[in-house]
């Protein structure tokens, strides 16, 4: 039965430690959540509505945190930080500003948080070009 | 056509398991909550659509173990080829999912 499953081709359900694939784009994805689901809370007088905009607004912050700590600690590499001295502030400040929109509702934390993860695009960007 | 695929990885988790035989129908029309099977960085992966905005999410249904992937109109390196047709009830949107997505 095995040996019929092998021959069958494979169809990949893959993360980041098999394939080598980065971008800061799952981060950016899921702060882009965090900002819509602010943005609800603020247009919303449903108690229970608000209960869980901020429950899933915790969860998807966590994960920009993950992703962006993934980015950190097994894309970049010592020469990035040397090129772009400015890294590993931008990240602690990112992973602060992720932490930040767990306990806050105003949007505005959401934004900065985007404006954030756009500057450690920039630099990936400029890293994929060399 | 049809496409025979058996899972590799953990990112479909819990919908699909690595190891799991999945039957896909090529197909040019998909809706948000599908699961396919698209090229994407050049390889075959499976993934849910994830419609936001004007641009089609490919994501993992396990959050924390998948690399997701962005089809806009201009980019050509990732496509969708074919809908999941079985397993019957993987095709079909997790209630938990669905829950954030209406949100």
Known sequence: ?130 | MVYLRRVVGQSMLPTLRPGQVCVFIKTTQYRHGDIVLAKAEGRPVVKRVHYREDKIHLKGDNHQASTDYIITRRTRKNRIVARLVWPKRAAVWLDEIAEVERL
Request: with cysteine.
């Open chain 1, 1 to 130: 039965m095995r040996f019929f499953k092998n021959l069958i081709k494979p169809v990949y359900a893959h993360c980041d430690l098999p394939c080598g694939v980065y971008d800061p784009a799952q981060a950016r994805i899921e702060a882009e959540s965090v900002l819509k689901i602010m943005q609800k809370y603020q247009e919303s007088s449903d108690e229970a509505f608000r209960m869980r905009a901020i429950i899933i607004k915790e969860q998807r912050a966590e994960l920009v945190k993950h992703h962006l700590w993934v980015l950190w600690t097994d894309y970049f590499k010592p020469e990035h930080a040397e090129k772009f001295p400015e890294l590993h502030e931008l990240f602690w400040k990112a992973t602060k500003a992720a932490g930040e929109t767990k306990h806050s509702t105003d949007p505005q934390a959401g934004e900065e948080l985007l404006a954030l993860i756009e500057e450690i695009d920039k630099i990936f960007k400029e890293t994929k070009k060399s």
